[in-house]
């Protein structure tokens, strides 16, 4: 299970070593809940990410309305950690608030920029483009 993002961002702050904070994104890869099987469809793959990438966004209706849940997944252990952190950032979130933020940020914020590839880098952009068209698609129905 997935810690609540502010935690996640707090254990990145403490993380100093480069490598320590590869093997901390691959481990919240590992604690993603698996994604059903039927949700490794073609229309749920991210196009844009070097490796394949499933991100589904569906609502669920909460006391406090609609909030977004994503389902996601990747066959590369550390594009799983970007998942998970898109995940742990987006879920919970209604779809209008989700719509309209920038899941990038939280990349930047991490400093991941510059240990990563440029693929890489591209691939999270392109999860962040697709969740916040999903949003915007579930916010206006």
């Excluded at 935690?7 to 481990?27: K, P």
């Excluded at 590369?76 to 779809?95: N, R």
């Amino acid at each position: 299970m997935l810690p609540p993002i502010a935690t996640i961002i707090e254990n990145f702050e403490f993380i100093e070593d480069d490598y320590m904070r590869l093997e901390y994104l691959i481990e919240l890869g590992r604690a993603l809940p698996d994604m059903p099987d039927e949700l490794r469809r073609e229309e749920n793959r991210v196009h844009g990410c070097e490796s394949q990438v499933w991100i589904d966004t569906a609502v669920a209706d909460t006391p406090e309305g609609s909030r977004l849940v994503l389902h996601g997944s990747s066959d590369s252990f550390v594009v799983k950690g970007f998942v998970a952190l898109m995940v742990a950032l987006y879920t919970g979130k209604s779809p209008r608030e989700a719509a309209e933020m920038d899941g990038f940020d939280l990349f930047r914020q991490l400093h991941f920029g510059a240990h990563v590839t440029s693929k890489r880098s591209n691939g999270v952009r392109a999860m962040v483009e697709r969740i916040n068209r999903d949003a915007a698609r579930l916010a206006a129905a």
